[in-house]
Protein backbone atom coordinates (compact mmCIF):
# COMPACT_ATOMS: atom_id res chain seq x y z
CA UNK A 1 0.00 0.00 0.00
CA UNK A 2 2.92 2.39 0.96
CA UNK A 3 4.74 1.76 -2.01
CA UNK A 4 0.97 2.66 -3.97
CA UNK A 5 1.10 5.91 -2.66
CA UNK A 6 4.51 6.94 -3.14
CA UNK A 7 4.20 5.88 -7.08
CA UNK A 8 0.31 7.64 -6.97
CA UNK A 9 2.01 10.64 -5.33
CA UNK A 10 4.88 10.90 -8.30
CA UNK A 11 2.18 10.47 -11.36
CA UNK A 12 0.01 13.13 -9.64
CA UNK A 13 3.30 15.29 -9.69
CA UNK A 14 4.57 14.25 -12.86
CA UNK A 15 1.41 15.00 -14.32
CA UNK A 16 0.80 18.27 -12.38
CA UNK A 17 4.78 19.63 -14.07
CA UNK A 18 2.95 18.20 -17.67
CA UNK A 19 0.45 20.39 -17.35
CA UNK A 20 1.65 23.56 -16.20
CA UNK A 21 4.50 23.11 -19.44
CA UNK A 22 1.08 22.74 -21.43
CA UNK A 23 0.12 25.68 -19.87
CA UNK A 24 3.17 27.93 -19.95
CA UNK A 25 4.03 27.15 -23.41
CA UNK A 26 1.09 26.61 -25.55
CA UNK A 27 1.31 29.93 -27.94
CA UNK A 28 0.91 27.95 -31.20
CA UNK A 29 -3.06 27.90 -30.12
CA UNK A 30 -2.96 31.97 -29.60
CA UNK A 31 -7.30 32.34 -29.76
CA UNK A 32 -7.78 29.11 -27.54
CA UNK A 33 -4.90 29.35 -25.00
CA UNK A 34 -6.65 32.03 -23.24
CA UNK A 35 -9.85 29.52 -22.49
CA UNK A 36 -7.53 27.11 -21.37
CA UNK A 37 -4.81 28.33 -19.46
CA UNK A 38 -7.13 29.06 -16.56
CA UNK A 39 -8.70 25.50 -16.61
CA UNK A 40 -5.27 23.89 -16.62
CA UNK A 41 -4.26 25.59 -13.61
CA UNK A 42 -7.35 24.85 -12.46
CA UNK A 43 -6.42 21.16 -12.94
CA UNK A 44 -2.99 21.71 -10.98
CA UNK A 45 -4.45 22.80 -7.88
CA UNK A 46 -4.47 26.91 -8.21
CA UNK A 47 -8.30 28.22 -6.63
CA UNK A 48 -9.72 30.45 -9.75
CA UNK A 49 -13.00 32.05 -9.22
CA UNK A 50 -14.31 33.62 -11.82
CA UNK A 51 -13.15 34.48 -15.56
CA UNK A 52 -9.22 35.55 -15.62
CA UNK A 53 -6.81 35.86 -18.08
CA UNK A 54 -3.05 34.73 -18.28
CA UNK A 55 -0.27 35.62 -20.29
CA UNK A 56 2.15 33.77 -22.26
CA UNK A 57 5.13 32.03 -20.30
CA UNK A 58 4.08 32.49 -17.05
CA UNK A 59 5.45 30.41 -14.25
CA UNK A 60 3.98 29.84 -10.74
CA UNK A 61 4.40 27.18 -8.12
CA UNK A 62 3.23 24.22 -9.35
CA UNK A 63 3.74 22.15 -6.33
CA UNK A 64 2.51 24.41 -4.42
CA UNK A 65 -0.35 25.51 -6.87
CA UNK A 66 -3.42 24.95 -3.75
CA UNK A 67 -1.45 28.25 -2.28
CA UNK A 68 -2.60 30.15 -5.07
CA UNK A 69 -5.81 31.85 -5.02
CA UNK A 70 -7.36 34.03 -8.16
CA UNK A 71 -10.74 35.82 -8.32
CA UNK A 72 -12.35 36.96 -11.01
CA UNK A 73 -11.23 39.76 -13.21
CA UNK A 74 -7.75 38.91 -13.18
CA UNK A 75 -4.70 39.90 -15.61
CA UNK A 76 -1.49 38.01 -15.12
CA UNK A 77 0.82 39.77 -18.22
CA UNK A 78 3.06 36.80 -19.76
CA UNK A 79 6.33 36.37 -18.31
CA UNK A 80 5.23 36.69 -14.84
CA UNK A 81 5.84 34.70 -11.84
CA UNK A 82 3.74 33.53 -9.15
CA UNK A 83 5.69 31.96 -5.98
CA UNK A 84 4.36 30.00 -2.84
CA UNK A 85 7.24 28.78 -1.13
CA UNK A 86 11.02 30.15 0.03
CA UNK A 87 13.73 28.79 1.97
CA UNK A 88 13.82 29.57 5.68
CA UNK A 89 16.83 31.64 6.16
CA UNK A 90 16.05 32.86 10.18
CA UNK A 91 18.49 30.32 11.58
CA UNK A 92 20.90 30.10 8.30
CA UNK A 93 24.52 30.53 9.40
CA UNK A 94 28.04 30.48 7.57
CA UNK A 95 28.76 26.94 6.91
CA UNK A 96 25.40 25.64 6.46
CA UNK A 97 24.38 23.64 3.80
CA UNK A 98 21.55 25.76 2.20
CA UNK A 99 20.07 22.64 0.54
CA UNK A 100 18.99 21.41 3.73
CA UNK A 101 17.14 24.80 4.35
CA UNK A 102 13.34 24.01 5.04
CA UNK A 103 10.96 26.15 3.25
CA UNK A 104 7.53 28.68 4.14
CA UNK A 105 5.09 27.94 2.38
CA UNK A 106 2.39 31.32 2.16
CA UNK A 107 -0.88 31.92 0.10
CA UNK A 108 -0.45 34.33 -3.10
CA UNK A 109 -3.78 35.96 -3.02
CA UNK A 110 -4.45 37.84 -6.57
CA UNK A 111 -7.92 40.17 -5.35
CA UNK A 112 -10.62 40.98 -8.06
CA UNK A 113 -9.49 42.71 -10.97
CA UNK A 114 -6.22 43.51 -10.43
CA UNK A 115 -3.32 43.55 -12.72
CA UNK A 116 0.11 41.64 -12.71
CA UNK A 117 2.26 43.53 -15.53
CA UNK A 118 4.66 41.57 -17.58
CA UNK A 119 8.00 40.18 -15.77
CA UNK A 120 6.81 40.77 -12.36
CA UNK A 121 7.54 38.34 -9.42
CA UNK A 122 5.07 37.91 -6.67
CA UNK A 123 6.78 36.31 -3.78
CA UNK A 124 5.01 33.94 -1.24
CA UNK A 125 2.14 35.88 1.29
CA UNK A 126 1.50 38.58 -1.00
CA UNK A 127 -2.34 39.76 -1.39
CA UNK A 128 -2.57 42.40 -4.18
CA UNK A 129 -5.66 44.19 -3.57
CA UNK A 130 -8.84 44.44 -5.43
CA UNK A 131 -8.33 46.77 -9.07
CA UNK A 132 -4.44 47.07 -7.91
CA UNK A 133 -2.16 47.41 -11.01
CA UNK A 134 1.61 46.15 -10.78
CA UNK A 135 3.74 47.62 -12.74
CA UNK A 136 6.14 45.66 -15.39
CA UNK A 137 8.82 44.32 -14.39
CA UNK A 138 8.06 44.72 -10.00
CA UNK A 139 9.06 42.52 -7.88
CA UNK A 140 6.10 42.49 -5.57
CA UNK A 141 7.69 41.43 -1.50
CA UNK A 142 4.61 42.88 0.68
CA UNK A 143 0.72 43.75 -0.06
CA UNK A 144 -0.37 45.56 -2.39
CA UNK A 145 -3.38 47.79 -1.47
CA UNK A 146 -6.82 48.07 -3.45
CA UNK A 147 -7.09 50.70 -5.78
CA UNK A 148 -3.04 51.26 -6.24
CA UNK A 149 -0.15 51.17 -8.90
CA UNK A 150 2.81 49.70 -7.57
CA UNK A 151 6.04 49.32 -9.15
CA UNK A 152 9.72 48.99 -8.71
CA UNK A 153 12.01 46.68 -7.14
CA UNK A 154 10.93 46.37 -3.91
CA UNK A 155 7.33 47.49 -5.36
CA UNK A 156 6.38 50.44 -3.89
CA UNK A 157 2.85 52.45 -4.14
CA UNK A 158 3.29 54.92 -7.32
CA UNK A 159 -0.39 55.91 -7.19
CA UNK A 160 -3.47 55.67 -5.45
CA UNK A 161 -6.54 55.62 -8.06
CA UNK A 162 -9.09 57.66 -7.75
CA UNK A 163 -13.04 57.10 -8.10
CA UNK A 164 -14.20 58.71 -11.42
CA UNK A 165 -16.76 61.62 -10.97
Not at 15 to 33: E, P, R, T
Amino acid sequence: MRILKKIWGRFTMLLKWYLFKIAKDWVSLNVISFRLRPWIWKLTGVQINGKIKIGYDVYYDVGNASNIIIEDGVWIASRSLLLCHKRDLRNYCVGDDYNTLSHIKKNVILKKGCCVGMASIVMPGVTIGEGAIVGAGSVVVKDVPAWTIVTGNPAKVVKELITSE
